[in-house]
């Protein structure tokens, strides 16, 4: 069976509502601060699972080389859309990330908002941490960015509800299952008086166990931050950010 995010449908449907003009307008802050917190100085940069390009396309304005990978072409497309419009350059690929392997071919990688956890075998994950693994030269750093078990189970309501400035209504319906391993969120789309019900779910980690996953593919340091200004992960955190190090040598 194919896995919920192969389906174009739903990334088309929930576009609007996911990428609106200001998470491109917050794009550049979130890419200063999450280089800062990998102490990026130089070098390629991998976007892994890129979207619509907007953290992609950020970087590539500051003279980085990029490389920006994501397994749905409607959101490549918008990235190369938005590169041209911009005149900028990157390097878009279009490939699964349990499935991207470049041998020591990048400085940084960055994962973010959420884009890990998705597949149905969780073992899957571990393959894409070893790919990251694999694919950062010695010495590099990956930047993973999540909602965090921790958080989720302190703000967790089963039912929200959102109306957007042109009249459509999003519901969404969340059920902790698999014992609190995983979340299913049902979104439902009103506009002019038609519902649609899309589906979604993915795996919830908390700081240890997103830690342990990493040092287990190899990372030999790994810091937990509880937000892009670098504050710590306790009680007041609003992301779970991991930073880790591959060594050397």
């Given at each position: ?9 739903f990334?088309?449907d929930t576009?609007?509502f996911?990428?609106?003009d200001?998470v491109?307008?917050t794009?550049?802050q979130?890419v200063?601060k999450?280089?800062a917190?990998?102490?990026?100085k ?7 699972c ?21 397994r749905?072409?409607f959101?490549?497309?918008k990235?190369?859309?938005?590169g ?17 392997l470049r ?5 940084c ?12 075998n ?11 693994f694999?694919?950062?030269n ?7 960015d999540?909602?965090?078990k921790?958080i989720l ?9 959102t109306?957007?400035?042109?009249g459509?209504i999003?519901?969404h319906?969340?059920?902790?299952f ?8 049902e ?8 519902a ?18 990493l ?10 931050f ?7 992960y306790?009680n007041?955190a ?10 050397q040598?």
């Open positions: 069976m194919s896995e919920w995010f192969e389906n174009e449908e990334w088309i576009y609007p996911i990428f609106p200001k491109f307008q794009a550049d979130d200063e999450a280089l917190l990998a102490n990026y130089e070098g390629p940069v991998l976007d892994l890129c979207g619509p390009g907007r953290h992609a396309l950020a970087m590539a304005k500051r003279g980085i080389k990029v490389t920006a990978v994501d749905t072409p959101l490549l497309d990235a190369r859309e938005k041209k419009a911009d005149g900028v350059e990157v390097e878009w690929v279009l490939e699964d990330m349990v499935k991207f041998p020591a071919a990048f400085d990688i960055l994962n973010l908002y959420t884009s890990f956890g998705y597949f149905d969780k073992e899957d994950d571990l393959k894409v941490l070893g790919n990251v694999q694919s950062l010695p010495g590099g750093t990956f930047f993973i999540l909602m965090g921790e189970a302190k703000i967790f309501q089963p039912t929200v509800s109306e957007y400035p042109g459509e999003i519901i319906r969340h059920e902790i698999d014992d609190w391993s995983r979340i299913r969120n979104i439902i789309i009103v506009k002019d008086g038609k649609k019900s899309i589906n979604m779910h993915h795996t919830v980690y908390s700081a240890q166990e997103l830690k342990d996953r040092t287990q593919v190899g990372f030999s340091e790994v810091i937990l509880g937000n892009f200004d670098g504050d710590a306790d007041k609003s992301r779970l950010i991991a930073v880790a190090q591959k060594p040598s």
